[in-house]
């Protein structure tokens, strides 16, 4: 009996503290968001989540961001491998005594992800709002719009394209503005580039119908995002023309799901896809409306990438898109911060016309704002942009950028340190082989002059040396209407510190010589024959 006890008793203890078995099925976060399996290869992306490698492989490859359950779109520019949760999930399966996972078959998790892309692209064309269709109807009823060269637009144009921030150079204290030969457009725009003149000339016989369905609209986009080459192109050529001639589209065509498309196709190794789509995005940075959301979808690094080592025809776009995007000022400091400024300042010495002109304009409104003047001026630019002023290569909008850097005190010294007092008078002296012909850049060189002479002891001397007194009243009397104003006060202040300079030596020389009277006569009275002061 007492055996029998205690056997009853060990099968009541072990019963007692048994551990019930581990569920087989794993928890949500080790299977893939896209695939649903559990994952072999899991890496976080750029926006935080976690997916199998292989699923995110396919996606890039399709231009295709999925929509995850709480409704947002995952970034996939970038990938870490996911070691802590890799770990867990082997751990996981050592004790549940499930099989460790397999790597996924790439053509299996494309099946499933394009499988994915058609049936949002149903539900999509199902739920079209009402606005997009009067849209696209009103098209039809409006002419296009013929624009006129970036480069002639050298007045104010009262426009949703014109930023604030365009509209006049470097203003110190109350002087006029200095006419700005400023474009509100890129260079870029003005005319398609050679590479895909072939691809749209294809294309301009098609006939754009405004009413056209939703789903034929969703085919399109399919074919951005289409592994086929030439499906790429024949998508990106069409929508560039559209945004070009169709303003009012510029907005509702501005979208995550089809910047999300144009994002890889800008990273595409054939010239005139990469080219085409950059274009495209130019046209839509054009609308104001669009240009903060291009740059927080984070196209700034791609255009960089482009415009440092893309085809010739990219660095072209890349420069006006950089401009574009620059004009807003929300996005001037973010530019700076992701790195386009010393690209931007190798791209002034490019062979295009076009580059060189949209990057100066790039800078020029880029450093509108004292933290972009600073990374500038460390950059070492000033030397770079004197000498570029010297050779007349660009020299009116590199002055432009002079301006801006003339304003800070960093820029102030470092230009007054590289001689810049004696460039710039050298290149408004009349009959000199270096001056400058264009009343334009005549204008900035006295604008970067009048900055610098503003709280600088230095600059007085430099411009004695550099006999700028002569030149300055010469423009005073025959400069522009914006220029003489600059050159009057330049001068009165010369003047001025010549003559508070004049009326401190002779106060200096008063005080010297009541000094000395009395010190002899104190030298006399304590050491002369009556002297009682020691």
């Known amino acids: ?28 976060e080790f299977l893939c968001p896209i695939s649903g399996s559990l994952m072999y290869d899991p890496v976080v992306v750029s926006s935080g989540q976690t997916f199998e490698r292989v699923s995110v492989q396919v996606c890039r490859d399709l231009g295709y961001s999925p929509k995850l359950e709480d409704g947002s779109r995952p970034d996939f520019t970038a990938v870490i491998q996911n070691i802590a949760i890799r770990s867990t999930i082997l751990s996981w399966c050592e004790s549940s005594g499930t099989e460790h996972p397999r790597a996924p078959d790439y053509s299996s998790v494309e099946r499933i992800v394009r499988t994915e892309m058609a049936a949002e692209q149903e539900k999509r064309s199902q739920e079209i709002r009402v606005s997009e269709r009067e849209l696209l109807k009103g098209v039809a009823d409006k002419p296009q719009v013929i624009f006129s060269h970036a480069a002639t637009e050298l007045g104010h144009r009262v426009n949703h394209f014109y930023s604030s921030s365009s509209e006049e150079s470097v203003v110190i204290g109350a002087s006029p503005a200095t006419p700005l030969p400023l474009a509100t457009r ?52 069409w929508l560039r023309k559209l945004t070009r001639t169709r303003e009012d589209l510029r907005v509702s065509l501005c979208t995550p799901r089809l ?116 990374k500038l001026v460390k950059l070492g630019a000033v030397p770079t942009l004197l000498a570029m002023a010297k050779s007349r290569n660009s020299a009116s909008r590199v002055l432009l950028i002079l301006c801006n850097l003339a304003v800070c005190a960093e820029g102030k010294s ?10 710039l008078v050298g ?32 600059f007085r001397g430099l411009a004695k040396e550099a006999r700028a007194a002569e030149v300055l009243r010469e423009i005073e009397e025959l400069g522009s209407e ?40 104190r030298y006399r009275v304590g050491y002369g024959p009556n002297s009682t002061t020691f």
């Open 482 to 521: 914006r220029a003489r104003p600059k050159a009057k006060r330049i001068l009165q202040m010369m003047r001025g510190r010549e003559e508070e300079e004049a009326a401190a030596n002779e106060d200096w020389e008063g005080v010297l010589n009541s000094g000395v009277g009395a010190g002899r006569t």
């Open 259 to 374: 910047l999300s498309a144009v994002r890889y196709l800008i990273l595409s190794k054939y010239a005139t896809v990469q080219t085409n789509a950059i274009a495209l995005l130019v046209n839509l940075s054009l609308e104001k409306l669009n240009k903060v959301q291009i740059v927080r979808l984070g196209f700034v690094p791609l255009l960089i990438d482009a415009l440092r080592g893309g085809f010739a025809d990219s660095q072209e776009h890349a420069a006006g898109a950089l401009f574009s995007l620059a004009l807003e000022d929300d996005n001037k400091m973010a530019i700076g911060v992701l790195g386009a400024l010393a690209p931007l300042m190798h791209a002034l010495r490019s062979e295009s016309e076009r580059t060189r002109h949209d990057s100066a304009l790039a800078l020029y409104h880029l450093t509108l704002i004292q933290s972009n003047r600073v």
């Open 1 to 28: 009996m007492v055996g029998n006890g205690k056997h009853r008793w060990k099968i009541s203890f072990h019963r007692s503290n048994s551990k019930p078995m581990e569920p087989k099925q794993p928890v949500k």
């Open 427 to 458: 290149l408004l002296r009349t009959g000199d082989d270096g001056a400058v012909d264009s009343e334009a850049a005549r204008e900035n060189c006295v604008a970067a002059l009048y900055a610098l002479s503003q709280g600088s002891m230095r």
């Open 186 to 237: 890129p260079l870029c725009y003005a005319s398609s580039s050679s590479s895909s003149e072939i691809v749209e000339s294809e294309t301009q016989t098609q006939t754009i119908n405004p009413s056209s369905s939703t789903p034929e609209e969703d085919q399109f986009l399919l074919k951005l995002k289409s592994p086929e080459v030439f499906e790429q192109e024949e998508a990106v050529v």
């Open 414 to 423: 470092s230009m007054l340190d590289g001689n810049a007092v004696e460039c």
